[in-house]
């Protein structure tokens, strides 16, 4: 008896850990495609292409604001947090977009 129950949750643990395997790789899989996939995008409100230019800039605008909030916590020795989106104003109607790298979704911002 006890050894089915050892048994069986190491059966759930494998399963487990299979499963938090295949979410990370598919999240990896994802941001590595993000610039690509948001270039082939088009802006929610006017329609116009996002490019490959704009999409590296977004890119670029988000590692140079991780790079900032890591920098400001080490030196208040506060816990990092990161907004993971990539915010930018379309290259045709200048809406201001916002595009979560690990989904699949482009958004026109709140406006606050
Ligand atoms: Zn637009």
């Known amino acids: 008896m006890v050894e089915f129950i050892f048994g069986a949750l190491g059966l759930l643990l494998l399963a487990g850990f299979g499963w938090l395997a295949v979410g990370v790789a598919r999240a990896a899989r994802l941001h590595r495609t993000a610039t690509e996939r948001l270039a082939a995008m088009g802006c929610p409100r006017c329609g116009g292409a996002i490019g490959v230019d704009a999409a590296g800039v977004a890119r670029a605008d988000w590692l140079v604001r991780v ?36 989904g699949t979704e482009l958004l026109v911002a709140e406006q606050t």
């Open 67 to 102: 790079h900032r909030a890591h920098e400001h916590a080490r030196q208040n020795g506060r816990i990092l947090r990161v907004d993971p989106c990539w915010r930018f104003p379309c290259p045709a109607c200048e809406a201001p977009l916002v595009f979560d790298p690990s």
